[in-house]
């Protein structure tokens, strides 16, 4: 590693300048419910609802189910919850008979440049992730990012989403950042953008974040477009994809700069992410989230629970990219262990970035082997998949305080499911209806700070049709472009 002192005081610098001022770059730490605001968009304005009569899932412990319930937004704050609720004149009513009212979902791990990359395989085999990226990786342009997310965004929408963490981990140049960023600008959901490195980086070589402090001034400083609605983080290559060396300038310099911090860690042997040494090190915290981790030992798990560090559980990949790894062993271990896990999706080409399916295969896997360590754990049951889904998300993003649960005070982040639905009905446990029956095609309404996103099945905030011309044009470039890595 050739880096100099002036090298790694310039890169601290760097990130010092970028976190300095910035007022909502720490989640919850600094963005308040109550003061939190979005960009205006026409016809998209923040409403004064009164959803009447619906079956209500909180995810608020305090409140847990509520078989029939009212929920008032005003200016996108969940007011008030309870039955027979009146509301001032001009608020809209919301019909939720027959519906379950819910709070929107949170992708806690996604890597949205590449998510027109869904159905890229590489030649060897039908399926490999890290090859098929390998050979197009670098192919990405800037209008494809801004394709790429705001297919993802439409996406997420559509199916429940309301909060990602776009893990941007091929953060190509200052004009691919500005995609991303502009896309999300106009997809008005909440999110993390986790700036990240240039794809296939060279591990010894650190990573000196030159944009970062631009991307602060123009797109989270004072006149920032997000107002609040998405915050700045970073991601580091962690030692999967840099020398430890690194890893750890990095890593010092990141944790100076106060802006949250996430890592990938291994999904199989050997494990080289040691979290113990981590949390001597003053790294570990709520604001360092962790995805993976499936071969964490004891004493790993041990130090993220004391620490409250997060962990970002991606079911499908998990098992999908493991050939050593356990990942039923492990979700019971980290379970146990008394971490905060959230569910994300990875990457498209891997898993799709749907929570229902999130939710309903981290349920099947959470059942105790017998002759195993889980043997006489308790099973996951659907009101834990849902939290996992929904408010342990929140957490793991420093949002937990915004959003997350229909709670009083909280951002009105809420989705509406049809329970009549040929695939939904008839319903006993609604719960059990969200994680074994749920689908994108069942969500009635979307609302992201109080506005609404989709209403009777059908997305507002998007064009459709262009995203995906736009979305199309870009992949079967990008395909053309790999010709011999890809199968067509």
Not at 370 to 381: E, F, H, V, Y
Not at 458 to 477: E, G, H, K, N, V
């Amino acid at each position: 590693m050739q880096t100099t002192k002036r090298d790694f005081t310039r890169f601290v610098g760097a990130l010092m300048v970028a976190a300095t001022g910035a007022p909502a770059l720490v989640g919850s730490a600094s963005v308040s419910a109550r003061t939190a605001r979005a960009p205006a968009s026409p016809g998209l304005r923040r409403g004064n609802y009164l959803i009447r009569n619906g079956a209500v899932i909180t995810v608020d412990r305090s409140k847990g189910v509520l078989p029939r319930a009212d929920v008032w937004v005003r200016n996108g704050v969940i007011e008030k919850i309870g039955r027979g609720l009146s509301a001032p004149a001009g608020t809209e009513i919301i019909d939720a008979t027959d519906m379950i009212v819910m709070p929107g979902f949170v992708n806690s791990h996604y890597h949205m440049w590449s998510a027109i990359g869904r159905s890229f395989t590489a030649r060897d085999g039908g399926f490999s992730y890290y090859p098929a990226k390998n050979a197009t990786s670098t192919l990405y342009t800037p209008d494809d990012f801004y394709n790429s997310v705001m297919l993802g965004c439409a996406e997420l929408a559509n199916g429940g989403t309301t909060t990602v963490h776009n893990w941007s981990h091929n953060t190509r140049s200052p004009a691919h950042a500005d995609a991303e960023l502009r896309a999300h600008q106009q997809s008005l959901l909440r999110a993390r953008y986790a700036y990240g490195h240039v794809d296939k980086m060279p591990a010894d070589e650190l990573n000196r974040y030159d944009d970062l402090a631009r991307v602060r001034r123009e797109w989270f400083g004072e006149r920032s477009p997000f107002d609040g609605l998405v915050h700045l983080g970073l991601n580091l290559r962690g030692p999967q994809q840099s020398t430890d060396a690194v890893f750890h300038e990095e890593m010092k310099a990141a944790k100076a700069s106060g802006l949250p911090v996430a890592i990938h860690a291994p999904q199989e042997a050997p494990n080289n992410v040691d979290a113990v040494d981590y949390e001597r090190r003053g790294y570990l915290g709520p604001d360092f989230m962790l995805a993976h981790y499936v071969p964490a030992s004891t004493a790993d798990l041990a130090a993220m629970a004391r620490t409250k560090t997060p962990l970002s559980f991606a079911t499908h990949s998990e098992l999908r990219l493991s050939s050593t790894g356990d990942a039923r062993a492990a979700l019971f271990a980290m379970r146990n262990a008394g971490l905060t896990i959230s569910l994300s999706s990875d990457a498209t080409s891997i898993a799709p970035p749907d929570m229902f399916e999130a939710m309903r295969f981290t349920w099947n896997l959470g059942v105790p082997w017998a002759g195993t360590p889980s043997a006489q754990s308790k099973a996951i049951g659907v009101p834990e998949a849902i939290e996992m889904a929904t408010l342990n998300g929140a957490i793991a993003m420093g949002l937990g305080d915004v959003t997350g649960s229909i709670t009083e005070g909280k951002r009105a982040d809420i989705i509406l499911v049809r329970t009549q639905d040929l695939n939904m009905g008839p319903v006993g446990n609604v719960e059990t209806a969200i994680v074994q029956s749920g689908s994108a095609a069942n969500i009635d309404t979307v609302m992201v700070d109080g506005r609404i996103v989709k209403r009777n099945g059908r997305l507002l905030a998007y064009d459709t049709r262009s995203i995906m011309q736009r979305a199309r044009q870009s992949a079967d470039r990008i395909r053309a472009a790999a010709s011999e890595a890809l199968k067509a």
